[in-house]
């Protein structure tokens, strides 16, 4: 990585990593193999999750990493899910928002631009968009009240970056995956008021495929 940055050091590079901690790991022992976020949800102490966030952001900034796709924002509210599950801090929507959001600033105060995922949310789906299209056909105000409530709350702690959803959420756009859908993704600027940089999930992915 530092190689890579000394090739252009007029305009340096952005190197990312997906780096949450329990199964979604990219990089192995030696690196320090973090626990998944629910274990920070289920003891529940801020503080933790933060000095976690800082603790994190240190050794990526140390392998001359700048961005982590990190944390999952969704709100685990289905059981059956298959991809989120305890990626997820919490199926209690005010709990996801407060850990999120002190993960965020533990990762971006020690140098570490933070990643929210996956609007406008793959928690309550039961198929994994690795395989296959989620859909979800929940309301619009069942958005605004639950799955939404995280991400208002990363965009409250500055989060730097946010990543979409290949999920079909049909009371935004029955046809597309609002990774691929402007309507589906217009209310997180407009609505939420976030401004900063909007990441697409994995293209490989069948979801999208």
């Known amino acids: 990585n530092r190689e890579l940055k000394s090739l ?3 305009e340096p590079l952005m190197l990312s990593v997906d780096q949450e901690g329990g199964r979604v790991a990219r990089l192995v022992e030696p690196a320090t193999p973090w626990p998944p976020m629910r274990m920070l949800g289920h003891i529940n102490d801020l503080n933790l999750t933060y000095r976690v966030g800082a603790a994190l952001a240190k050794e990526l900034r140390a392998l001359h990493f700048d961005i982590d796709y990190a944390p999952v924002l969704d709100v685990d509210s289905n059981p059956k899910n298959p991809v989120i599950g305890d990626r ?30 996956h609007f406008p949310g793959h928690g309550d789906t039961d ?18 009240t639950t799955e939404w409530v995280p991400f208002r709350s990363a965009i409250e ?10 999920v079909i959420v049909s009371c935004l756009d029955e046809s597309h995956p609002a990774t691929l859908s402007p309507t589906a993704m217009e209310p997180l600027r407009t609505e939420l008021g976030f401004q900063g940089l909007l990441i697409s999930d994995d293209l490989e992915m069948k979801a999208v495929a």
Not at 95 to 108: N, S, V
Not at 157 to 166: D, E, N, W, Y
């Open 8 to 10: 252009r050091p007029s």
């Open 88 to 117: 997820a801090f919490s199926d209690h929507p005010a709990t996801a928002a407060a850990h999120g959001a002190a993960l965020i600033r533990g990762l971006q105060e020690h140098g570490i631009a933070a990643c929210g995922k």
């Open 157 to 166: 702690a500055g989060v730097s970056s946010i990543m979409t959803a290949h």
């Open 127 to 144: 198929t994994d968009s690795h395989l296959a299209l989620p859909k979800v056909e929940h309301e619009r105000r069942r958005l605004e």
